[in-house]
């Protein structure tokens, strides 16, 4: 299926960003051997950062499709570091999805289940993946969801 991961995007009409520059001092990826880290990648879409705190200003749907653009984010970075070419992509690993969360809020999974629906739906099984959800008092810029990812590339 991975030569089609670009076909099925298309499909959903999703179009990958450009991989977006650092903010500070730290590389967007990085590659050892055959497994790719990818720094985390906030909510941010069409160059607007998704800003919220969940349980506060922002419900689980909310937070959920914040946490989509953070996938989106996370394989416009993996199509970066394979050259342009996802199909070298050969699975995602793991994601740890901190969650900009008001005192109390306790639905950081379902909040995360918004990117790690999106790469199972691109991605099919190759999109499964070990997942952490942390909610957190604060995030960079005061976005709703930052993820971090572990693939594994050809």
Do not use: W
Not at 6 to 17: Q, S
Not at 52 to 78: F, H, P, S, Y
């Amino acid at each position: 299926m991975s030569g089609s991961f670009e076909a099925r995007l298309a499909e959903m009409g999703v179009t990958l960003p450009a991989a977006t520059a650092p903010a500070a001092n730290y590389i967007p990826f990085v590659q050892a051997g055959g497994v790719l880290y990818v720094s985390g990648q906030i909510s941010m879409a069409d160059g607007k950062m998704t800003i919220g705190k969940l349980g506060e200003t922002m419900d689980v749907a909310g937070g959920a499709a914040a946490a989509r653009e953070c996938a989106i984010n996370l394989l416009a970075q993996v199509r970066a570091a394979c050259g342009g070419d996802l199909s070298r992509l050969v699975r995602g690993v793991k994601l740890t999805g901190f969650v900009n969360s008001a005192q109390g809020f306790t639905d950081q999974p379902k909040v995360i289940n918004g990117a790690s629906d999106f790469l199972g739906e691109v991605l099919g099984d190759a999109g499964r993946h070990a997942r952490s959800a942390v909610g957190v008092a604060e995030l960079p810029f005061g976005v709703a969801v930052e993820i971090e990812g572990i693939f594994e590339i050809r």
